[in-house]
């Protein structure tokens, strides 16, 4: 896997995080994302950030920068040749397995969590209060990666036709 496609997923992941954080959990407040200083060292003597939370910040920061960077960095030391082989590894990346696998993964957590805590399902899209909008998203993630997977599969049995 290109250090490209880590980066871009883990960017996704980490703001994904960062979202919960600020509107599910109200860990992460307008005071805290404007003073990074405040990320590590302590500033003031009410509560500061743990290590998850941390990790998240400098993440959340810091791949969109490392992403632009490998990008810029590949356009600059490409030059004029392309690949072929390498183009074919780009567009190959496989978006329906991956929607798949993280839908399954939101379903199952959220699952998991709603059966530990015994909170009333509320399906809220929103992501902030329940389970019920995990269990939601992962299940449209799973069927927008099913459909994907077929519509590539139908659009190589039509092209191996036209040949």
Avoid: K
């Amino acid at each position: 896997m290109s250090p490209r496609r880590v980066l871009g997923i883990l960017w996704f992941l980490s703001w994904f995080e960062l979202y919960l954080e600020i509107f599910r959990h109200r860990h992460v407040t307008a005071g805290l994302l404007l003073h990074p200083l405040a990320w590590f060292v302590a500033t003031t003597a009410g509560p500061h950030p743990g290590d998850w939370l941390r990790t998240v910040l400098v993440c959340s920061a810091a791949t969109p920068l490392l992403f632009g960077l490998v990008v810029a960095w590949r356009r600059l030391h490409r030059g004029g040749d392309s690949d072929p082989s390498t183009n074919s590894l780009e567009r190959s990346f496989p978006i329906a397995l991956a929607a798949m696998v993280f839908g399954s993964t939101l379903c199952a957590l959220a699952t998991v969590n709603q059966l530990i805590r015994h909170d009333p399902l509320a399906i809220d899209l929103t992501l902030r209060h329940g389970n019920g909008g995990f269990i939601v998203l992962g299940a449209a993630l799973i069927a927008a990666g099913l459909l994907l997977r077929d519509l590539r599969l139908l659009r190589s049995i039509l092209s191996a036709g036209v040949h």
